[in-house]
């Protein structure tokens, strides 16, 4: 059974660069599966940011492309997520989460979750 | 590319049914059979409980169910547990592998 664990700042100043990862465990980030990104705003709903295949292009949120990305370090078995130009409504619990090759559309497995506050 | 429409929040009585609404367009989940649904207790990690609008993941209890019609998808849990108490998000493909949640609908068992 695979765990993901996000991890990272949780204080970013505005404009600057939020880095985050999810690490892997109990599966090979390249057996066949999707890794995602979603974030929840303080009492808001989730907001998809981005999907990415390893080896492939990324898919990203249109609302976010311009300052987002998204990549696999195999070696590490980690997803990252990088989000520039922060301000405080990037302010969120952002989830790292898996989806399966057989359902592209989904999200079959989650991490808790890492919160992150922009201030300066 | 709007959030979905849900209720901001429902309640119902231990073995009563209750269902939750998910609006949107089109575009979004009129278009496409891919609508999901997400529980959420504050604190760990959300589970998907429908996929493809009515499909249950293996160990989903067959209490949870999924439907569409037009633009709008429902998820009905019947026989209503303390247990179930917790945020549903919806979830749709809107086009070129873009996706878009649901506001979230906090449900309470009375």
């Known amino acids: 059974q695979a765990q993901l664990q996000e991890s990272g700042p949780g204080l970013v100043r505005p404009s600057e660069t939020l880095s985050l990862t999810c690490a892997v465990s109990?599966?090979?980030?390249?057996?066949?599966?999707?890794w995602g990104w979603i974030r929840q705003p303080p009492g808001r709903g989730l907001e998809w940011i981005g999907t990415?295949?390893?080896?492939?292009?990324?898919y990203y949120n249109p609302s976010l492309k311009s300052r987002v990305y998204i990549s696999v370090d195999t070696s590490d078995n980690q997803v990252s997520l990088k989000l520039t130009s922060v301000t405080a409504a990037d302010t969120a619990v952002y989830f790292c989460?898996?989806?399966?090759?057989?359902?592209?559309?989904?999200?079959?497995?989650w991490g808790h979750g890492t919160s992150v506050s922009v201030s300066s | 590319q709007s959030a979905l429409t849900q209720p901001r929040s429902v309640s119902g009585s231990p073995g009563q049914s209750v269902t939750i609404s998910c609006t949107g367009t089109?575009?979004?989940?009129?278009?496409?059979?891919?609508v999901s649904w997400y529980q959420h207790h504050p604190g760990n990690a959300p589970k998907l409980i429908i996929y493809?609008?009515?499909e249950r993941p293996s160990g989903v209890p067959d209490r949870f169910s999924g439907s569409k019609s037009g633009n709008t998808a429902s998820l009905t849990i019947s026989g209503l547990q303390a247990e179930d108490e917790a945020n549903y998000y919806c979830?749709?493909?809107?086009?070129?592998?873009?996706?878009?949640f649901g506001g979230g609908t906090k449900l309470t068992v009375l």
């Open positions: 989460a898996r989806t399966p090759v057989t359902t592209i559309f989904v999200f079959d497995m």
């Open positions: 109990g599966h090979s980030i390249t057996s066949g599966s999707y």
């Open positions: 990415v295949y390893p080896g492939a292009s990324p």
């Open positions: 089109s575009s979004d989940v009129g278009g496409w059979d891919f």
């Open positions: 493809d609008v009515t």
């Open positions: 979830c749709s493909h809107a086009g070129s592998y873009t996706l878009t």
